[in-house]
């Protein structure tokens, strides 16, 4: 029932991390950044008006929905996931950031120093902190990619306790078809929603989840 584009989408429900990356150094003794002009506010826009309620008609018998999106989002076992990944960010950022304040410092004062270098010295050790710049985007490259695969991961199992209990309320509500209420739903009568009932259920038999960063410079050699 749960198929890998399901799954992938259940994982907005988690934590969202944006990409661990570093802006290049500018090598270049006399690099000037020109200033952006500050665009013109824009004129304020006059509020819309308040929508009116949506008048849905009654259930219909045999149809039910499910938001798996929102079952892993507003599960126990969700919100344990994403408490753990903000955990887990948190200490790739600890881990990366003094290496990344260090390189940033030496730029600013190979920046001050070069004009005085000789040439050949200004280039040695321009060469070096690009070295340096392009092993630390590696790293953090690398463990955004920890992040990820450890939020899958995480993900796979709250997916994979999901799935008897989802099935076990299809069949107690007599669902003869059910549909996918993060996708082709636009609105429909919340009696046919079995979201609700799902996540209850699964905070009884799931009630959290506990992992650790995956490491994959470690994984990559067993795999060979």
Do not use: W
């Amino acid at each position: 029932m749960t198929s890998s584009k399901t799954l992938m989408a259940a994982a907005a429900a988690l934590l969202v991390a944006a990409p661990l990356a570093f802006a290049s150094p500018v090598l270049a003794a006399d690099a000037v950044k020109a200033k952006a002009k500050p665009a013109a506010a824009a004129p304020a826009a006059a509020p819309a008006p308040a929508p009116q309620p949506l008048q849905l008609g009654p259930p219909l018998p045999g149809v039910c929905l499910f938001s798996q999106e929102r079952a892993v989002g507003g599960s126990a076992a969700g919100q344990a996931a994403n408490q753990r990944m903000q955990q887990l960010r948190a200490q790739v950022t600890a881990e990366l950031g003094p290496e990344k304040t260090s390189l940033e410092a030496d730029v600013k004062a190979y920046q001050a120093a070069a004009p005085t270098l000789p040439q050949d010295q200004q280039q040695q050790k321009g060469a070096a902190l690009q070295k340096r710049y392009q092993d630390l985007e590696g790293k953090a490259n690398l463990r955004q990619r920890e992040l990820e695969a450890t939020m899958q991961g995480a993900l796979r199992q709250i997916a994979g306790n999901l799935e008897p209990i989802v099935r076990g309320v299809v069949q107690a509500r007599s669902c003869s078809i059910l549909l996918n209420a993060d996708s082709a739903i636009y609105a429909a009568n919340p009696a046919m929603d079995v979201t609700e009932a799902v996540v209850t259920e699964l905070n009884v038999k799931f009630p959290t989840i506990t992992f650790d960063r995956e490491h994959l410079d470690q994984a990559a050699p067993q795999q060979r």
